[in-house]
């Protein structure tokens, strides 16, 4: 049955190939229906460095960062770097990594899997490691209040062999709590700095598990993530097995210092942004965890460039662009502080899809603090784009953004036409939830 699934999946993978279509879930689904168990029968020779990346943010460019750095030591990798995170996605990686009966020509596997997902492949898969990068309010139409979640991820966690290793975002309360119940072997890793943080309106209150008291904070980094304590019975952040010190953050990239077990270590980036100094913790640290030695994780790091739509620098029409995905609040946010963060003036376009993937509750853009990006950046033309462009364009009226400046074209390839036309001076930047992100690519790649 293995192999008659397999080569199913790899005749519906050339059909997308010759019609054009992007092949990364339907291969798998097809496959899938006619054998439902395998991904365990595809992967379960592969009995090493086998990595789970899941949680709200982060996942595509945690799970590239750590694929490179195999790749860079010299191991073979499975990974669904495309961003199809869920169970059909990952049967569709492995089709395409395995030959025609069915053996997997790989060395190591690393996947991003979509949270709710995450309790339907773990036991398949049965992972070495397993990150939890985050909880934030993301699409709650599918998944539900945060809580709901983080409990259906620590019952699947509960499931693996007490070998396996769970990394843990110690600056995050719901992650972190994880942690608590857990069997298998634990590591946090987080931020020790002074870094200034961003005050994010998406705030997700967490609350002691011991006592009930709400946490405060002697530091936020973004969102929730921070060093929270308890006032009440003392229950505080877990001290990280592995902290990041020393950030120094521009438009270039990052540098800082990593602290494991009493040594030191430095490393640089080209990806900006407080949020992927946690992406890099995540990956450094499982790296470390799965014996790569510091001269090549450094060297990987350093010469790692973003997934495309991940704080991709692109041209449109000769015109200097970069695109970063958005689908929640805290991201969106994040993303504003960081382009506010530049010298020269903006030119936005933000498409809004409602598709199933993006979630169809679109009231999330409602919790972005578009006020307080607009006083500071100078920015002169936004165009709204997607299914959802009349919702995000009342947003922004209602930001007090200047209407007249304000172009609602539905149509992506006209509004990506349309802002390198006004654009002279201005960098652009390109913000599109998931679904909107293939449109955009497709536009670039054509």
Not at 48 to 56: F, N, R
Not at 342 to 353: C, E, M, R, V
Not at 390 to 412: P, T
Request: proline share 3%; with cysteine.
């Amino acid at each position: 049955m293995k192999f008659l699934s397999v080569n199913l999946g790899k005749l519906v993978n050339i059909s997308c190939k010759i019609t054009g279509k992007g092949g990364t879930s339907l291969p798998g689904k097809i496959a899938l229906k006619s054998d439902s168990r395998l991904i365990k029968k595809l992967i379960e020779p592969l009995k090493e460095s086998k990595v789970m990346i899941t949680g709200t943010n982060g996942k595509t460019t945690t799970s590239g960062l750590i694929a490179h750095i195999l790749n860079t030591a010299g191991k073979s990798v499975v990974h669904n770097k495309e961003g199809a995170n869920m169970k059909t996605g990952i049967a569709t990686a492995l089709i395409k990594s395995s030959d025609f009966l069915g053996n997997l020509k790989k060395e190591a596997a690393v996947f991003e899997v979509d949270e709710a997902n995450m309790p339907i492949v773990i036991e398949d898969i049965n992972p070495n490691i397993v990150i939890i990068t985050n909880f934030f309010r993301d699409q709650l139409d599918r998944y539900g209040e945060l809580d709901i979640t983080v409990e259906k991820v620590k019952n699947a966690l509960l499931k693996l062999p007490q070998e396996s290793i769970i990394l843990l975002n110690a600056d995050e309360p719901f992650t972190a709590s994880i942690g608590d119940e857990i069997k298998s072997k634990v590591f946090y890793y987080g931020i020790d700095d002074n870094i200034e943080g961003i005050n994010s309106s998406s705030f997700e209150q967490k609350y002691c598990p011991i006592c009930g008291h709400k946490y405060e904070y002697r530091r936020i980094y973004y969102g929730q993530l921070g060093d929270y304590y308890c006032p009440n019975c003392g229950k505080k952040r877990p001290n990280p097995h592995f902290k990041a010190t020393n950030i120094f953050l521009n438009e270039d990239g990052i540098n800082f210092n990593l602290y494991y077990k009493d040594k030191i270590f430095t490393f640089k980036s080209r990806l900006i942004g407080i949020y992927n100094v946690y992406n890099l913790l995540a990956a450094i640290s499982a790296s470390i965890l799965l014996n790569i030695d510091f001269n090549t994780i450094s060297k990987a790091t350093e010469n790692y460039w973003p997934i495309e739509g991940r704080l991709q620098k692109t041209k449109i029409k000769n015109k200097k662009a970069i695109i970063n995905l958005i689908k929640n609040p805290i991201g969106f946010e994040s993303t504003l502080n960081m382009l506010s963060q530049f010298s020269k003036p903006l030119n936005l376009l933000i498409s809004i899809n409602d598709n199933y993937a993006d979630g169809r509750d679109v009231s999330w853009l409602w919790d972005v603090n578009l006020e307080d990006f607009l006083s500071k950046t100078k920015v002169n033309y936004i165009i709204t784009s997607g299914l959802r462009a009349e919702d995000m364009a009342v947003r922004l009226k209602y930001a007090n953004f200047d209407i007249n400046k304000v172009k609602v074209i539905n149509s992506v390839d006209k509004a990506l036409d349309t802002i390198s036309e006004l654009t002279k001076e201005e960098l652009i930047a390109v913000l599109p939830n998931y679904t909107s992100l293939y449109d955009v690519n497709k536009y670039l790649n054509s």
